[in-house]
């Protein structure tokens, strides 16, 4: 079940991330890492609770949660999202030509960072906020309450952006431009990406017609999409948001990869 889950090119990818582990004591067998790993994943794909955890990646459910806290902690999850994305750009597969920015309601059964949804009768909600370059690869994540408005957000989804590998020249983390709906309609956000050297392409409410924010925002639609296909995202169960926000990372990761594996072949 562990090759199945974290073939040998994605692991590849995680061992040399891996948080160093601890000395055990006398006669506790060494924890293997990718068992916890392939684990973790299935968990993000599946949904499966911990508590029903098959036995066949021969490790506790104990041990894995354990293990999950302690690598957040440590910020393995963003590390991998980077090497993903270093994966991809260093094989041109990156296109910065254009951005799109924009948040999903995912509904939560407890913990911080949780908020009446304004779209779900008031049902306690999370958001996940996601930037993703132009052919709908996620470039940053992040996680808040339902009731956060999307523009607070987008500042720190492009403050975010990691600098990326390129083909040539130096890295890279700056897309040319970025499309948002309307509800980014703010001054100060179109100065903000100006002052970064990004063209905003921002709806503008009242003027603009909603029959045309479809030509650009159909990647972040497809971005969310790719999300969904793992389970464990589509209900937030975790109390701590840094914990439901790894699994998104994760998630964004791992779907970098696959993308890598499907253009680079």
């Known amino acids: 079940m562990v090759q199945q889950w974290v073939p040998d090119e994605l692991w590849d990818l995680v061992d040399p991330l ?9 006669g506790t067998p060494p924890l293997d890492a990718r068992a916890v790993f392939a684990t973790i994943v299935y968990v993000l794909t599946t949904g499966c609770a911990w508590r029903h955890l098959p036995p066949g990646f021969g490790v506790s459910r104990a041990t894995v949660h354990r293990r999950f806290t302690a690598w957040t902690a440590a910020g393995l999850w963003r590390r991998l999202h980077i090497a ?6 260093a094989q041109g597969l990156i296109d910065w030509s254009r951005a ?3 948040a999903a309601y995912v509904r939560a059964k407890r913990g911080l960072l949780t908020g009446p949804s304004p779209v779900d009768r008031g049902k306690p909600g999370s958001k996940i906020h996601a930037l993703s370059e ?3 690869l996620p470039l940053s994540v992040g996680v808040s309450a339902a009731n956060t408005h999307d523009s607070r957000w987008l500042e720190s ?4 952006i990691p600098a990326v590998k390129s083909r040539r020249g130096p890295r890279r983390r700056r897309p040319e431009k970025l499309h948002a709906d309307k509800g980014y309609d703010y001054p100060h ?3 903000m990406l100006r002052q970064r050297g990004i063209r905003p392409r921002i709806a503008r409410r009242g003027i603009e017609s909603p029959d045309r924010l479809g030509r650009h925002r159909w990647v972040i639609e497809r971005t969310f999409a790719w999300f969904t296909g793992y389970r464990r995202l589509t209900i937030r169960y975790e ?3 840094s914990l439901y926000c790894a699994f998104v990372t994760l998630a964004a990761a791992v779907t970098c990869h696959k993308r890598y594996l499907k253009l680079a072949t």
């Open 100 to 102: 799109t920015a924009d």
């Open 18 to 26: 891996v948080p160093p582990r601890r000395r055990q004591g006398r």
């Open 84 to 89: 993903a994305l270093d994966q991809l750009g």
């Open 157 to 160: 989804l492009v403050q975010a």
């Open 134 to 136: 132009r052919g709908g």
């Open 239 to 241: 109390r701590d948001p």
């Open 189 to 191: 956000l179109r100065r």
